[in-house]
């Protein structure tokens, strides 16, 4: 069947756009469209034409199955199909429901009318991917609803529901009820109008177009400064107003070819398939049967029980949550509704809403209480023994089929599972603090965790709208794996040189969203010293980092102790560098031998990234990690990765593996540059070798 299947109602022509999920302007659609479109024109007894969505949209836009396809471009490309519309001879009217997104706005905006069903979500969002609409929208949609709506949608790329834009000029009518048959009635009723009225035709106007678009760059370059599309858009609609239609579409054109080769839109675009491909399990199949989740149980309701619960709350699930001690229990507890009200107070819950939440929980230092979860997450102290127990009692007292999963960081998740006698119920569901806010969730597949128990986590970290990243089982697992290499060079760099501001500052400037040494006094700095003590046996090549060590020994474990590479004043949170840090640094570079010298902020980088992405690499192969892309998904949603360089992995392929080599080359070849550290990961080697790339 086509794409665009092509009907008649009396005198109307109606052309089905049917590209499921989201009718995606695909080639076979649009060359369905201009066949329909030349049809009705050649038909005496057709007088109008309407173009209506199949199933769960009007059209989302480009389909995504051709993005990076020379298909995406080919004739006839969406310009072609929007003029063949425009200079159509009879009206095309557009029947809009659900979604009109991108393209399918911009076919829509081409069109002489517009109908509408309320509850549509309109919108621009090609600024998400670091591109602008290229297809007439930042040249019509100013036309249609006036020049700082317009902007507005434009640049933020939000959905507008479509009865908010009722009275805007987009629609020429709302219909209620049927959609076709409104739309068919309503064409009826213009079929004879003369002349066809075009969006391209009305004015594109502003009283004080040099004041508005001034205010508008401003603004957009204080917010998005690493992100060039947002400063076109607002390029792109001033030209709507300063230059005649085909004029603008051409600096359109311009601005839309140059933001599709920047790397920020590379990156953009990289992460936004990432994030797809991360939901994909090869041998766990999309219709794996799942378990239902209902109800939830939290054992522990310390930093990230509290948090965890929170999630499972949020979605409406209804939490038991599980302490030894009533003391620590009231005080979890006290936490999570704190943190509701503080939200409330921020005007983003309403009071009913905190104690709608607050309902669903169900605080217990009885397991029996847990009995009939359906899952239940543990988040007690990081030690195998406590979790031993903690897994034996669960296996006693859980319901058949209840998913047991544990929040823990390093632990084996296998050893964890061997505890009970239902290894095939057991996952690691890995966390971030602050658990309520980060948007991972690692999902760790041990070796004997059931497919149905795999897909269900997977399906559940959608419900707690988290980014879902299988795992398997290692120390670390992908993130804190790789998260010890990269501060293991920052250590490095302090040893040789650097300060642990000059370290934060040049990758907070690169875009980080906070630089090591300011990320460890947050996380606590006897975290690393207790994995490094660990380390320090495992890995006898590896050089001690004994300036951390020391900082540690001082007690300076971070903002909990007021003190750690930072000092840290009483109820602030604001990093302050501390001259007895650098004294400590000082005296631990001289015992270690090393004259210390000024490194660049280049080098810092550098050698801070190149870690992550050999041990990233590793990760890779070893089949931690499924794909290198999902490598990506963990860093940008779970570490403040730069969004806009799309991943560890991705940046890699940007800089070229051949250059990731040659850099880590160098960096062995320093007399104190750790030569063991920067042996290259097999993979990385092998694609750098055949001039491949990760993703
Ligand atoms: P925490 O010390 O803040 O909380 C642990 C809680 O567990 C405490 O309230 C304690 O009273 C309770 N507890 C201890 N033994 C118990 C038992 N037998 N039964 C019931 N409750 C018990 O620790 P946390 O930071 O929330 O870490 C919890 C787990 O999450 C650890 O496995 C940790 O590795 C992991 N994790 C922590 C972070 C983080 O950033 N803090 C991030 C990801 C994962």
């Given at each position: 069947?086509s794409?665009a299947?092509?009907?008649?109602?009396?005198?109307?022509?109606v052309?089905?756009?049917?590209n499921p999920?989201?009718?995606?302007?695909g080639?076979?659609?649009r060359?369905?469209?201009?066949a329909?479109?030349d049809?009705?024109?050649?038909?005496p007894?057709?007088k109008a034409?309407?173009?209506?969505?199949?199933g769960?949209?009007?059209?989302?836009?480009?389909?995504?199955?051709?993005?990076?396809?020379?298909k995406a471009a080919a004739?006839?490309?969406?310009h072609?199909v929007?003029?063949?519309?425009?200079?159509s001879?009879?009206?095309?009217?557009?029947?809009?429901?659900?979604?009109?997104?991108g393209?399918?706005?911009?076919?829509?905006?081409?069109c002489?009318?517009r109908?509408?069903?309320?509850?549509?979500?309109i919108?621009?969002?090609?600024v998400k991917?670091g591109?602008?609409?290229g297809?007439?929208?930042?040249?019509?949609?100013p036309?249609?609803?006036?020049?700082e709506a317009?902007?507005n949608?434009i640049v933020?790329?939000?959905?507008?529901p479509?009865?908010?834009?009722?009275?805007?000029?987009?629609?020429?009518?709302?219909i209620?009820?049927?959609?076709?048959?409104?739309?068919?009635?309503f064409?009826?009723?213009?079929?004879?109008?003369?002349p066809?009225p075009?969006?391209?035709?009305?004015?594109a106007?502003?009283?004080?177009p040099?004041?508005?678009?001034?205010?508008?760059?401003?603004?957009v370059?204080a917010v998005?400064k690493?992100?060039?599309?947002?400063?076109?858009?607002?390029?792109?609609?001033a030209?709507?107003?300063?230059?005649?239609?085909?004029e603008?579409?051409?600096v359109?054109r311009?601005m839309?070819?140059?933001?599709?080769q920047s790397?920020?839109?590379k990156?953009l675009?990289?992460?936004?398939?990432?994030?797809?491909?991360?939901?994909?399990?090869?041998?766990v199949?999309?219709?794996t049967p799942?378990?239902?989740?209902k109800?939830?149980?939290?054992?522990g309701?310390?930093?990230?029980?509290?948090g965890?619960?929170?999630?499972f709350?949020?979605?409406?699930?209804?939490?038991?949550?599980l302490?030894?001690?009533q003391e620590?229990l009231?005080?979890g507890?006290a936490?999570?509704?704190?943190?509701y009200?503080?939200?409330a107070?921020?005007g983003?819950?309403?009071?009913a809403q905190?104690e709608?939440?607050?309902?669903?929980?169900k605080?217990t230092?009885d397991?029996?209480?847990?009995?009939?979860?359906?899952?239940v997450v543990?988040?007690?102290f990081e030690?195998?023994?406590?979790?031993e127990?903690?897994?034996?009692?669960?296996?006693e007292?859980?319901?058949?089929?209840?998913?047991?999963?544990?929040?823990t960081?390093t632990l084996?998740?296998?050893?964890i599972a061997?505890f009970?006698?239902?290894?095939q119920d057991?996952?690691?569901t890995h966390?971030?603090?602050?658990?309520?806010?980060?948007?991972?969730?690692?999902?760790?597949?041990?070796a004997r965790?059931?497919k149905d128990?795999?897909?269900?986590?997977?399906?559940?970290?959608?419900?707690?709208?988290?980014?879902?990243?299988?795992?398997r089982v290692?120390d670390?697992?992908?993130?804190?794996r790789?998260?010890?290499?990269?501060l293991?060079q920052?250590?490095?760099?302090?040893?040789e040189?650097?300060?642990p501001?000059?370290?934060?500052?040049a990758?907070?400037?690169?875009?980080?969203?906070?630089?090591?040494?300011?990320?460890?006094d947050?996380?606590g700095?006897?975290v690393?010293?207790?994995i490094?003590?660990?380390?320090?046996?495992?890995?006898?090549e590896?050089?001690?980092?004994?300036?951390?060590?020391?900082?540690?020994?001082?007690?300076?474990f971070?903002?909990k102790?007021?003190?750690?590479?930072?000092?840290?004043?009483?109820?602030?949170?604001?990093a302050?560098?501390?001259?007895?840090v650098?004294?400590?640094?000082?005296?631990?570079?001289?015992?270690?031998g090393?004259a210390?010298?000024k490194?660049?902020?280049?080098?810092?980088?550098?050698?801070c990234v190149?870690?992550?992405?050999?041990?990233g690499?590793?990760?890779?192969e070893?089949?931690?990690?499924?794909?290198?892309?999902?490598?990506d998904?963990?860093?940008?949603?779970?570490?403040?990765?730069?969004v806009?360089?799309?991943?560890?992995m991705?940046?890699a392929d940007?800089?070229g593996?051949?250059?990731v080599?040659?850099?880590m080359?160098r960096?062995?070849a320093?007399?104190?540059?750790?030569a063991?550290?920067?042996?290259?990961?097999p993979?990385?080697?092998?694609?750098a070798?055949?001039g491949?790339?990760?993703?």
């Amino acid at each position: 069947m086509s794409q665009a299947e092509y009907t008649t109602r009396g005198t109307v022509a109606v052309i089905t756009l049917d590209n499921p999920p989201v009718n995606g302007l695909g080639h076979e659609l649009r060359s369905g469209l201009v066949a329909g479109l030349d049809r009705a024109a050649a038909d005496p007894a057709v007088k109008a034409v309407v173009l209506v969505g199949a199933g769960k949209a009007f059209s989302g836009g480009a389909d995504i199955k051709e993005f990076n396809s020379p298909k995406a471009a080919a004739e006839p490309n969406l310009h072609t199909v929007i003029r063949v519309v425009e200079q159509s001879p009879k009206p095309v009217v557009a029947a809009i429901h659900a979604v009109a997104m991108g393209g399918g706005l911009e076919l829509a905006l081409g069109c002489h009318y517009r109908v509408a069903a309320a509850g549509a979500q309109i919108a621009l969002p090609e600024v998400k991917l670091g591109i602008l609409p290229g297809a007439g929208g930042t040249q019509r949609l100013p036309r249609a609803i006036g020049v700082e709506a317009a902007l507005n949608m434009i640049v933020s790329g939000a959905p507008v529901p479509s009865e908010k834009l009722a009275k805007s000029g987009l629609f020429d009518q709302m219909i209620e009820g049927d959609l076709l048959a409104g739309a068919v009635a309503f064409a009826e009723k213009v079929a004879d109008v003369r002349p066809l009225p075009l969006v391209r035709n009305r004015p594109a106007k502003h009283p004080s177009p040099e004041a508005f678009f001034g205010f508008a760059r401003n603004t957009v370059k204080a917010v998005a400064k690493d992100y060039p599309a947002p400063a076109m858009c607002v390029d792109a609609v001033a030209a709507a107003v300063s230059k005649p239609f085909e004029e603008g579409l051409r600096v359109e054109r311009g601005m839309f070819v140059e933001l599709v080769q920047s790397s920020v839109s590379k990156a953009l675009r990289h992460a936004f398939f990432a994030e797809r491909a991360a939901s994909k399990i090869p041998d766990v199949p999309e219709d794996t049967p799942t378990r239902p989740v209902k109800s939830a149980a939290v054992v522990g309701a310390g930093t990230m029980g509290g948090g965890i619960a929170m999630n499972f709350l949020n979605a409406g699930i209804p939490v038991t949550l599980l302490e030894v001690k009533q003391e620590a229990l009231d005080k979890g507890v006290a936490v999570i509704r704190k943190n509701y009200e503080a939200t409330a107070k921020k005007g983003r819950l309403t009071a009913a809403q905190v104690e709608e939440r607050m309902g669903l929980l169900k605080p217990t230092l009885d397991y029996a209480a847990l009995a009939q979860a359906d899952i239940v997450v543990e988040a007690v102290f990081e030690d195998m023994a406590v979790k031993e127990k903690v897994f034996r009692k669960l296996d006693e007292v859980m319901k058949p089929g209840a998913i047991l999963a544990t929040n823990t960081s390093t632990l084996d998740v296998d050893e964890i599972a061997g505890f009970t006698r239902r290894p095939q119920d057991v996952i690691g569901t890995h966390f971030f603090s602050p658990a309520n806010v980060m948007k991972l969730l690692e999902i760790v597949r041990g070796a004997r965790t059931g497919k149905d128990v795999l897909a269900t986590a997977m399906g559940l970290s959608k419900k707690l709208k988290k980014t879902g990243v299988v795992a398997r089982v290692c120390d670390g697992f992908i993130g804190n794996r790789m998260v010890a290499a990269y501060l293991n060079q920052a250590l490095l760099l302090v040893d040789e040189g650097a300060l642990p501001q000059d370290v934060d500052k040049a990758l907070e400037k690169w875009g980080w969203v906070m630089g090591p040494f300011r990320m460890s006094d947050l996380a606590g700095n006897d975290v690393g010293w207790y994995i490094r003590k660990r380390h320090y046996v495992e890995h006898p090549e590896l050089r001690k980092q004994i300036i951390a060590d020391k900082l540690c020994e001082a007690g300076r474990f971070g903002q909990k102790t007021g003190a750690g590479w930072y000092r840290y004043e009483t109820g602030r949170r604001d990093a302050i560098p501390d001259p007895k840090v650098e004294e400590i640094i000082l005296a631990g570079s001289r015992e270690l031998g090393i004259a210390r010298r000024k490194i660049s902020a280049e080098e810092i980088v550098e050698r801070c990234v190149y870690a992550l992405v050999n041990e990233g690499a590793r990760i890779v192969e070893e089949g931690i990690a499924l794909r290198a892309s999902d490598v990506d998904m963990v860093y940008l949603t779970g570490y403040g990765f730069p969004v806009f360089r799309g991943g560890p992995m991705h940046y890699a392929d940007q800089v070229g593996l051949y250059n990731v080599m040659r850099a880590m080359a160098r960096f062995a070849a320093d007399p104190h540059g750790n030569a063991a550290f920067w042996k290259p990961a097999p993979l990385l080697a092998r694609l750098a070798a055949e001039g491949k790339s990760f993703t």
